[in-house]
């Protein structure tokens, strides 16, 4: 009986002592957890309805079932639209627009963001704002003005531009050349100075301090403006949607809307299959990319 | 190995002249250090001597060379930086190996070179990490590391011991002195630390508002400063300065420090003053070992007088006191065992061959 006594009274004392910090840390985590919750549902929901929808027969999709749960389910939709050229062709050329777009920002955006950060030059604390300036001014204003210009430039040297896939390569560039060189301005302005230094007494060319100390030294950044400029070109949809009308110059967002919308049907089963295919390759290359750049962050790299 | 000269360098920031006018001369071997307050353009020197900053007017010769237009990487020198400034990604032998491998230096060689410099530097077995699972010290070692290899003409060091915490400091100071002596090449090491100034260095040039108040050995600055500046900047506990004007006292020179307190001057400061004019404001300059307890039997020149104790510091070794005489602080040493206390009257003596006269208006040490 004494023993049980001290038990009961041991125990409510030892769960109770936290202190007030852990208690505040409770609170904050109980916040952190509801909201992390709410924000899940929120953008998952929407991937998961495309599942489910991707999943299901058009017969199903118009039948008047619980629409959260497929009671037929068949791959007919993925096989219909992997099998389809067109489709293949859309995801093609999505692929390469997007791939050499990124490089190309990347050719232009690294060594302008080194030239901006780190060359002192007449100018250039103006240059780099400029930069970020021409980010700002929305891209739906420039569809029209840019339209005219390569339709002049095809009246006049005779080199057709518009409806052609690769017309993209060069528009795509502007929108995101600026963003990526002020990132990369970002990351590399957190370098410190004595690193550069460091590396000009060793004997590094420009080049050479920023391939061998600058690029490895700023990854995550540089990883961070790769999705930023991958997500932009696999996503765009109104420059594409304005530039480019035949069926094999389309990319993926625009080829799904205009293939498999015909007149007033839409054929839901394979629009929700092909929006999901086309989520695929951001997220893999997310989940890849990730990894390193929270290891990068993580790494404190910049910290000489 | 290579000597450095300075011509007349200034260096100039739009309005602000940073350095004004610098000549020096550095022999080879030689270990001097650039010593002042923050902002005296110490660290801007050594900039210039590395290339990293232009040089408004004047000459920088290496060697016998004028480098003035000599990119860094061509003038042969190797930088140890406050923040080590280490290559984050690569590990301790890349960092070091890094100015080689552009040089394309052979593998044997860049090697045995990286071998040398970890052996010397106690950091072997540390050869495979990255910067940043090292100790402070550590990377510090590294830094210095990284200039060794090169076997430069000249080590420049903008200092590099001040992220250290104090323990750290007097140890590495000590490994940069064996480094020096090892490899004896030419270096520039600046730093606002004086200790590290006197214990490093083979000249100190003490510098302040741009331009060098003084050259000298350690001692040399210690025992003889030009200048009130370094003569308040050299010593810890600094010089003590009290005003005081030179008297003749029945035929004898005298220097008066109160109404109540005048002393008579020892014959060979009474010879070196007999010039200086009369009843003129002047400064007494006494360094605090030359304030002590009186002693039964007192040494020529070394005279008495009475005082009360504001404040008093024992530090073990000895008891470092306060008092206040005609507005200024004064600091003495006495022995530990003297009796001093706050608040206490006291005995003391001041030691009058070691003493300075300064002019109060222009600072020169007389």
Sequence with gaps: ?????????????????????SRDRIWALRWSYFFLALFAIFSLVPPLYMLI??????????????????FHPTLENYISLLTSNQFLRFFWNSAWVSIVVVTITMLISVPAAFALARMRFWGSATLATGVF???????????????????VVGDWTGIQLINRWYVLLLIYPTLTVPFCTWIMIGYFASIPKELDEAAIIDGASWFQTLTRIFIPVALPGLIAATIFAFTVSWAQFLYPLVFTTSTDQLVLPVGIITSLIKGDVFNWGQIMTGALLGAAPPLIIYAFLMDYYIAGLTAGATKG | MAD????????RYDEVEAVRGIDLDIADHEFVVLVGPSGCGKSTTLRMIAGLEDITDGDIMIGGDVVNDVPPKDRDIAMVFQNYALYPHMTVAENMSFGLRLKRFPKAEIKMRVDEAARMLDIAELIDRKPKQLSGGQRQRVAMG????????????????????????????????????????????VTHDQVEAMTLADRVVVMNHGRIEQIGTPNDLYHNPATRFVAGFIGSPAMNFVPCRLEDVAGKLHIRLTDRIAFPLPPKRAARYQGVARNEKMLLGLRPEHIAEAKAHPQPGVEAFDTVLDVTEPMGMETLIYFTLEGAQICGRVNPNAGAHDGAPMRLAVDLNNMHLLNEVTGVVL
């Design chain 1, 1 to 21: 009986m004494a023993s049980t006594v001290v038990i009961s009274k041991g125990a409510p004392t030892r769960t109770v002592k936290y202190g007030s910090m």
């Design chain 2, 4 to 11: 450095v000269t300075l011509r007349k360098v200034i260096k």
């Design chain 1, 133 to 151: 300036l021409t980010y700002l001014i929305p891209d739906s204003l420039l569809f029209i003005p840019l339209f005219k210009m390569f339709a």
């Design chain 1, 53 to 70: 929808t991707s999943l299901k027969s058009s017969a199903e999709i118009s039948a008047a079932t619980n629409p959260w749960w497929v």
């Design chain 2, 146 to 189: 990284r200039a060794i290899v090169r076997h430069p003409k000249v080590f420049l060091f903008d200092e590099p011991l001040s992220n250290l915490d104090a323990k750290l400091r007097v140890q590495m100071r000590i490994e940069i002195k064996k480094v020096h002596q090892k490899v004896r090449t030419t270096t520039v090491y």
